[in-house]
Every structure is written in structure tokens, then in C-alpha cells.
């Protein structure tokens, strides 16, 4: 993970695609987000981070730990970038955008995670790159 270089934070990180991979990785998530003044809203870029990090893991690579998935995460002023990459396919993320989860459902809910919580989504067109806004 890289240190920041300028007033902004930035990290970036390759992942091995595992659901261990990820929870280590927020070890040093929450050890920079309280080093950060002023930053009241981690829940909500945790929240927006791990899902996509777990979509990327769960249903892009299929968690195979031979695979691998990229996280660039980017605070500006008040303005929070995220971009999640894996070695997946993709998806069509237009079709399962425009879809909900029911109720009984067990999964199904991170798209709607991921618009409730960012202020801006977007894939690439393979679905396997989302990046996100949030601005605090």
C-alpha cells in the first residue's frame, strides 16, 4: 500500500481474491481512516469499499486466490474516489442494475449498497471495474 505524497491519502492494492485477503486488508483501512482528521463518515466508504471488494472477490473471481482483484481508493478534499478491479469476466451490470433483491433473498443487495451509499457509479462495459464517488 502506497503512503500518501501530497495533503491527499491515497492507497492502492493488489489482493489475492480471498474474503482473508480482504479483512486484512481493512486492518490497515481503519488504522489510516483514523489517522485522518475529520473523517466521520468511514462506515459509509468501509461499507462501499468491502462490498465491491467482495463482489469482485465472491462473484468475479469466483474466490480463487490465484486470481487477483485491484483497489485504488483516493480522498481529495471532500470527495472520496474508489476503484475496484478484478480477474473476472465482468457481468452485465445493466441488467442486475435494474433488477432488486426480494426480501428472502441472501444476496443480490450490493449494487443497491453501492448507489444508496456513493454518490457516483459506474462500470466498465466487461462489469469487472466499478469505481465510485462519494463526496462527504
Known amino acids: 500500500m502506497s503512503r ?3 495533503a491527499d491519502c491515497e492507497l492502492r492494492t493488489a489482493l489475492p481474491a480471498t474474503l ?7 486492518v490497515e483501512f481503519r488504522r489510516r481512516c483514523q489517522s485522518l482528521p475529520g473523517w466521520a463518515t ?4 468501509e461499507l462501499l469499499v468491502r462490498e ?4 469482485a472477490v465472491v462473484h468475479g473471481c469466483g474466490a480463487d486466490p490465484g486470481k487477483q482483484v485491484r483497489c485504488t481508493l483516493r480522498l481529495n478534499d471532500r470527495r472520496l ?3 475496484v478491479e478484478d480477474d473476472g469476466h465482468g457481468f452485465d451490470w ?19 449498497i453501492l448507489r444508496r451509499y456513493a454518490t457516483r457509479v ?15
Open 4 to 6: 500518501p505524497t501530497r
Open 20 to 26: 482473508e485477503a480482504i479483512e486484512a486488508f481493512f
Open 42 to 45: 468511514c462506515f459509509a466508504t
Open 52 to 55: 465491491a471488494l467482495t463482489n
Open 81 to 83: 474516489f474508489i476503484a
Open 94 to 112: 445493466r441488467a442486475a442494475s435494474s433488477g432488486a433483491a426480494s426480501f428472502p433473498d441472501c444476496s443480490g443487495r450490493g449494487i443497491e
Open 122 to 136: 459506474r462500470y466498465n462495459d466487461r462489469g469487472n471495474v466499478v469505481t465510485m464517488i462519494k463526496r462527504f
